[in-house]
């Protein structure tokens, strides 16, 4: 089975400039999240989109970050403006669908490789 | 969801089990307890969960105790690869499946 992907695995921009990240979840998962990982932090929750819908973007910077799932597979994740502190590594993960009602509903998250981004 | 507290560090020798502690005093009776991990510079890795019993699978055993106030997680046997960063973390069944990070314990197998 292949895994989550993302695209481009790093990322060097200059402050002020735009930069869009990819993701394809795993086939048939309708969960999808984005996370934020600060170097020597744990990674944190930006936005989680149910199928095409959003879940929870209480975390997300949405005067400069936006994202979208529109047919409710691909995702994309962009920064515009970018910022010297949006350096970090933006991960994406992905799970079966976290509506199902326990116990089933304690869905495993599976993370892709993460793009690196450098805000100089 | 419950905190929890995990130490920032562990060695331990290659071949040898690695016993990783996470307290969770605030647990409420619904809260999974779940593993993961994040070698370099990849991806978060899930690897186990629980709610009240022992569980075991092919990487790692879980250990809760009775009142659930703390787990253990074991690697029976370490292996180099196993060094990481292991982040515990309680979800509850409310919970949109929001995975919430701490610090979590960074784990140096060595040889």
């Known amino acids: 089975e292949a895994g989550v992907a993302q695209s481009p695995r790093y990322k060097i921009i200059e402050k002020r400039q735009s930069v869009a990240f990819w993701c394809n979840p795993i086939?048939?998962?309708?969960?999808l999240y984005w996370y934020q990982q600060i170097l020597g932090q744990g990674p944190k929750l930006l936005i989680q989109?149910?199928?095409?819908?959003?879940?929870?973007d209480s975390q997300l910077p949405k005067d400069r970050f936006s994202a979208e799932r529109l047919k409710g597979v691909d995702s994309t994740l962009k920064i515009q403006p970018a910022k010297l502190e949006d350096s970090a590594v933006y991960l994406c993960?992905?799970?079966?669908?976290?509506?199902?009602?326990?116990?089933?509903?304690?869905?495993?998250?599976?993370f892709g490789p993460g793009t690196r981004l450098l805000v100089l | 969801d419950a905190k929890t507290t995990q130490p920032p560090s562990m060695d331990c020798a290659e071949g040898r089990a690695a016993n990783l502690p996470c307290n969770h005093s605030?647990?409420?009776?619904?809260?999974?307890v779940y593993w993961y991990r994040q070698i370099h510079s990849q991806g978060p890795q899930y690897i186990i969960h629980?709610?009240?019993n022992n569980e075991t699978n092919e990487m790692a055993s879980l250990i809760i105790t009775e009142d659930r106030k703390s787990s253990t997680l074991i690697l029976p046997h370490a292996t180099l690869r196993d060094t990481a960063v292991y982040y515990c973390?309680?979800?509850?069944?409310?919970?949109?499946?929001?995975?919430?990070f701490g610090q979590g314990t960074t784990l140096q197998v060595k040889p």
């Open positions: 993960a992905s799970s079966l669908d976290v509506t199902r009602p326990a116990p089933l509903k304690k869905e495993t998250q599976y």
């Open positions: 086939s048939g998962h309708a969960t």
């Open positions: 989109f149910q199928n095409n819908g959003v879940v929870d």
């Open positions: 605030t647990i409420s009776g619904n809260e999974y």
């Open positions: 629980g709610l009240k």
């Open positions: 973390i309680v979800l509850g069944s409310s919970n949109t499946g929001k995975l919430i």
